[in-house]
C-alpha cells in the first residue's frame, strides 16, 4: 500500500508542472465553425436587426419624437395690391362712363326707333287689304316642314319678346357662365382657365381674373344660386338704372369684390384661387 501512495503523489506532482510549463496560448482553441460541424453560421435578418437597433436606441436614448415642423406662411406683400387697386378704380370708373354714353346713345336710337314705326303703321293701314292676300298666298306655298320652322321660330319670337328688358339681359349674362362652366369640363382648357378665370393675389395675372372671374363657376350649384338671385331682381334694378348700368355695376361689383377678397388673403396669409360672381373658395 505504500508503494500506490507514493505513486500516486508522483503522477499529481508531474501533472502540475506539465500545466504549469505549457503556456495557455498553445492550447487548443475550437472555432466556432467546429461547434457547428463546420456550417455556415446563419445571419440575423433585416427585420431582427432593426428590431434590435430600436430596442437598442429605445433603451439608450429615452427621447420624445420630435413634432414634424409646421411649414411657414407665404410672405405678406402688401405691395403687390397696387395694380390691383389702380385697376379697379379705373375700371370702375371706365364702366359707368362708357354705360352714360351707351344708354345716351341708346335712347336716341329708340327715339328714332319710334318715329320710324309710326311711319311704318299709317302706310301699313293703308295697304293692309293687299298685303293680307299676298302673305296668305305665300303661306299656301309653303310645305309642312316649313311651316313647322316658322311657327317654331314665331313661338321662340313670343317668348323673347314676353321677357322684360332686365330679363332678356340677364339671359346673355346665364349664357356666358354656362360657356365658360362647360369649359371647365375640359382637362385641356383648365390650365388656362386657373391662369385667366381664377383670382388670385400671389399669381402673375392679377388684374384681368378681377373680371373674367365674375362669369367663372366650378359648380352647377355655385352657378344656378348666383343666376336665380341675379335673375330675381334684374327686371327692377334694369328699369330702374337701365341695361348699359346695370351691367357696369355688374362688372364693377366683380371686381370690387376681387379686389376685396385680395385684401383679405393678403392680410391672413391665405393665398389661394377665387372664382365667381360672388365669392366663392377653392382650396387646393
Given at each position: 500500500?505504500?508503494?500506490?501512495?507514493?505513486?500516486?503523489?508522483?503522477?499529481?506532482?508531474n501533472?502540475?508542472?506539465?500545466?504549469?510549463?505549457?503556456?495557455?496560448?498553445?492550447?487548443?482553441?475550437?472555432?466556432?465553425?467546429?461547434?457547428?460541424?463546420?456550417?455556415?453560421?446563419?445571419?440575423?435578418?433585416?427585420?431582427?436587426?432593426?428590431?434590435?437597433?430600436?430596442?437598442?436606441?429605445a433603451?439608450?436614448?429615452?427621447?420624445?419624437?420630435?413634432?414634424?415642423?409646421?411649414?411657414?406662411l407665404?410672405?405678406?406683400?402688401?405691395?403687390?395690391?397696387?395694380?390691383?387697386?389702380?385697376f379697379?378704380?379705373?375700371?370702375?370708373?371706365?364702366?359707368?362712363?362708357?354705360?352714360?354714353?351707351?344708354?345716351?346713345?341708346?335712347?336716341?336710337?329708340?327715339?328714332?326707333?319710334?318715329?320710324?314705326?309710326?311711319?311704318?303703321?299709317?302706310?301699313?293701314?293703308?295697304?293692309?287689304?293687299?298685303?293680307?292676300?299676298?302673305?296668305?298666298?305665300?303661306?299656301?306655298?309653303l310645305?309642312?316642314?316649313?311651316?313647322?320652322?316658322?311657327l317654331?321660330?314665331?313661338?321662340?319670337?313670343?317668348?323673347?319678346?314676353?321677357?322684360?328688358?332686365?330679363?332678356?339681359?340677364?339671359?346673355?349674362?346665364?349664357?356666358?357662365?354656362?360657356?365658360v362652366?362647360?369649359?371647365?369640363?375640359?382637362?385641356?382648357?383648365?390650365?388656362?382657365?386657373?391662369?385667366?378665370?381664377?383670382?388670385?393675389?400671389?399669381?402673375?395675372?392679377?388684374?384681368?381674373?378681377?373680371?373674367?372671374?365674375?362669369?367663372?363657376?366650378?359648380?352647377?350649384?355655385?352657378?344656378?344660386?348666383?343666376?336665380?338671385?341675379?335673375?330675381?331682381?334684374?327686371?327692377?334694378?334694369?328699369?330702374?338704372?337701365?341695361?348699359?348700368?346695370?351691367?357696369?355695376?355688374?362688372?364693377?361689383?366683380?371686381?370690387?369684390?376681387?379686389?376685396?377678397?385680395?385684401?383679405?388673403?393678403?392680410?391672413?396669409?391665405?393665398?389661394?384661387?377665387?372664382?365667381?360672381?360672388?365669392?366663392?373658395?377653392?382650396?387646393?
Amino acid at each position: 500500500m505504500a508503494w500506490r501512495s507514493c505513486f500516486m503523489k508522483w503522477t499529481q506532482i508531474n501533472s502540475i508542472n506539465a500545466s504549469s510549463l505549457c503556456p495557455k496560448s498553445t492550447r487548443l482553441n475550437i472555432h466556432p465553425q467546429q461547434r457547428c460541424g463546420f456550417r455556415k453560421a446563419e445571419r440575423p435578418s433585416e427585420s431582427k436587426r432593426g428590431v434590435q437597433e430600436t430596442e437598442a436606441e429605445a433603451g439608450g436614448h429615452n427621447h420624445a419624437v420630435p413634432p414634424k415642423p409646421v411649414p411657414p406662411l407665404p410672405p405678406r406683400r402688401p405691395h403687390q395690391l397696387f395694380r390691383p387697386l389702380v385697376f379697379t378704380v379705373g375700371f370702375t370708373g371706365c364702366s359707368f362712363g362708357a354705360a352714360a354714353i351707351l344708354q345716351y346713345e341708346s335712347v336716341k336710337s329708340r327715339v328714332q326707333l319710334a318715329i320710324e314705326e309710326a311711319k311704318e303703321e299709317k302706310r301699313d293701314t293703308l295697304l293692309e287689304g293687299h298685303n293680307t292676300t299676298y302673305w296668305h298666298n305665300w303661306w299656301n306655298q309653303l310645305s309642312n316642314f316649313q311651316k313647322q320652322v316658322i311657327l317654331l321660330i314665331s313661338a321662340v319670337d313670343d317668348f323673347w319678346s314676353g321677357l322684360s328688358e332686365g330679363q332678356k339681359t340677364v339671359t346673355g349674362l346665364i349664357a356666358l357662365n354656362t360657356v365658360v362652366l362647360c369649359c371647365w369640363r375640359v382637362p385641356a382648357m383648365q390650365r388656362f382657365l386657373v391662369k385667366y378665370f381664377t383670382s388670385n393675389p400671389a399669381s402673375k395675372t392679377r388684374c384681368l381674373p378681377m373680371v373674367l372671374s365674375s362669369f367663372s363657376h366650378y359648380s352647377v350649384i355655385h352657378m344656378v344660386v348666383n343666376m336665380y338671385v341675379l335673375w330675381t331682381f334684374s327686371s327692377g334694378i334694369v328699369s330702374l338704372l337701365g341695361r348699359e348700368q346695370f351691367l357696369a355695376l355688374y362688372l364693377s361689383g366683380g371686381v370690387i369684390s376681387t379686389f376685396v377678397s385680395y385684401v383679405f388673403k393678403t392680410a391672413t396669409g391665405r393665398l389661394g384661387p377665387s372664382l365667381g360672381a360672388v365669392v366663392h373658395w377653392i382650396w387646393p
